[in-house]
């Protein structure tokens, strides 16, 4: 991530975890926020909840619906998030990191930024004793190139990119604990949705360092930040936060063609 040392980056820690879609929405408020040159680039590391965040090509799939009932037969509400390609699961042993920056060509540095942020992810998690690697494991859920991953062998971590003019938006799902939770729920789900994956490549950072807590995962992390940018941590603005609420309140999902690019206008939780 070399390309932003010393650039300021403000770093929200407020989470909704009895709110997932608050997650989501506060993501495209604050990219708006940074395209408009509003604020700088903006970092935010929460912990989500419980929900199964679904991709584009998953909700216009004729099996969505069973497979949200498979989710909230679970206690897991499902959500679309505004990037990313199949559906990954959240829940209260999982990480969310989002990094959203100015970019005045921002189509041209896609691939860089998805380098920088999983490779920043993996070096954490090395600090901490894991064999984190870049790179698709066979059989993964939500498979990508980007995936973190322990030993090349199980997913520890999802990466998904969004772009607007003016700014683009890296976001990391990292499973922490729990990976048994995640194959109890990502398995009906996929089977609704009729996708195959292999459960057993899908894992959590405490079974590669047994006893590890989300808290050291995350001071990792903001240490690997640390040596990049000049991060500048601070409480949510009210003025964003109601921003955010009224976009969870808008009426749907809305997406236009700008420039060439996918924009998300609107966003809501689907039932």
């Known amino acids: 991530m070399s390309k932003y040392t010393h650039i300021r980056l403000d770093l929200l820690r407020d989470s909704f ?3 997932p879609e608050m997650g989501p929405a506060l993501s495209r408020q604050v990219m708006d926020e940074v395209a408009r040159g509003e604020r700088p680039a903006t970092c935010r590391l929460t912990r989500p909840g419980r929900v ?3 991709g584009r090509r998953d909700t216009v799939s004729p099996h969505y619906p069973a497979a949200i009932e498979a989710a909230s037969g679970l206690g ?3 959500m679309e998030r505004i990037a990313g390609g199949r559906a990954a699961l959240c829940s209260e042993g999982v990480i969310s990191f989002t990094i959203a920056t100015p970019e005045e060509q921002v189509a041209r540095g896609t691939s860089s930024r998805f380098d920088s942020v999983a490779e920043m992810i993996a070096a954490a998690l090395a600090d901490l004793g894991v064999d984190a690697r870049v790179g698709e494991v066979p059989g993964e859920y939500c498979p990508g190139s980007h995936t973190v991953n322990a030993g090349g062998r199980i997913k520890l971590a999802g990466i998904a990119q969004r772009l607007i003019k003016g700014c683009a938006h890296v976001g990391v799902v990292l499973v ?3 990976s048994e939770l995640v194959r109890e729920v990502l398995v009906p789900v996929y089977e609704a949705l009729g996708l195959e ?3 057993a490549s899908s894992g959590a950072v405490e079974d590669e360092v047994p006893g590890i807590e989300l808290e050291d995962v995350e001071a990792s992390i ?3 930040l640390a040596l990049e ?5 601070g409480p949510l603005a009210p003025t ?8 969870v309140e808008a009426p749907r999902w809305r997406h236009l063609k700008t420039g060439g690019l996918l924009v998300m206008e609107r966003a809501q939780p689907l039932q």
């Open 229 to 233: 940018y000049e991060v500048e941590p």
């Open 240 to 247: 964003t936060l109601a921003a955010a609420e009224a976009v």
């Open 222 to 224: 903001l240490r690997r």
């Open 52 to 54: 199964v965040a679904f």
């Open 76 to 78: 897991f509400p499902g």
């Open 17 to 19: 975890p009895d709110r």
């Open 197 to 199: 994956w292999d459960p």
């Open 176 to 178: 922490v604990k729990d």
